[in-house]
T-cell receptor
Framework: DARVTQTPRHKVTEMGQEVTMRCQPI?????VFWYRQTMMQGLELLAYFRNRAPLDDSGMPKDRFSAEMPDATLATLKIQPSEPRDSAVYFC??????????FGQGTRLTVV | AQSVTQLDSQVPVFEEAPVELRCNYS??????LFWYVQYPNQGLQLLLKYLSGSTLVESINGFEAEFNKSQTSFHLRKPSVHISDTAEYFCAVSYNNNDMRFGAGTRLTVKP
């Protein structure tokens, strides 16, 4: 059963620490999305990649966030330094190129 | 600016009653339209999608949505809801096969 895998599922960290979230997209999917979900802002698109190249990361705070795809089986989202306002659920999704998105279970980040 | 509007943040209904969750989008170009469902502490699951062809699309669990280009709408309907349909529902739009934007979500609560 193909699925998007995100690790870790939960992360609690102290303010100022670096956080790395990982995503394994579904094999064969060429599009990867990163979303952030909060009660106040809902689902926000942070960045997305096609064929490992970043197409749009305008939704991401550039000073502390970075997203990469070192290879076709791994996407990473890093926050350095983390702040309490970064607390949210971060979702990775992958798609087969026709804008469909299959979501992972998310990483629940709490920055204290 | 391209946007997705879900007109109702919460919809409470009684079991076996019909329901309509409304979604409007802004666009003058081709779009792909989606409805996703999110159960507590889970990722989003694709419910149904419109890419082209018939404007009425159906899901396997009785939901349907109709693409109305003139009204730029893609409302989700079900003639008779079950307790298990209680969840958050998100409308999403992809413009020109690029990124996917989500509405704010509608929380459907089905009461016995």
């Amino acid at each position: 059963d193909a699925r998007v895998t995100q690790t870790p599922r939960h992360k609690v960290t102290e303010m100022g620490q670096e956080v790395t979230m990982r995503c394994q997209p579904i094999l064969g999917h060429n599009t990867v999305f990163w979303y952030r979900q909060t009660m106040m802002q809902g689902l926000e698109l942070l960045a997305y990649f096609r064929n490992r190249a970043p197409l749009d990361d305008s939704g991401m705070p550039k000073d502390r966030f970075s997203a990469e795809m070192p290879d076709a089986t791994l996407a990473t989202l890093k926050i350095q330094p983390s702040e309490p306002r970064d607390s949210a659920v971060y979702f990775c999704a992958s798609g087969p190129g026709r804008a469909e998105a299959f979501f992972g279970q998310g990483t629940r980040l709490t920055v204290v | 600016a391209q946007s997705v509007t879900q007109l109702d943040s919460q919809v409470p209904v009684f079991e076996e009653a019909p329901v309509e969750l409304r979604c409007n989008y802004s666009s003058s170009v081709s779009v792909y339209l989606f409805w996703y469902v999110q159960y507590p502490n889970q990722g989003l699951q694709l419910l149904l999608k419109y890419l082209s062809g018939s404007t009425l699309v159906e899901s396997i669990n009785g939901f349907e949505a109709e693409f109305n280009k003139s009204q730029t709408s893609f409302h989700l309907r079900k003639p008779s809801v079950h307790i298990s349909d209680t969840a958050e529902y998100f409308c999403a739009v992809s413009y020109n096969n690029n990124d996917m934007r989500f509405g704010a979500g509608t929380r459907l609560t089905v009461k016995p």
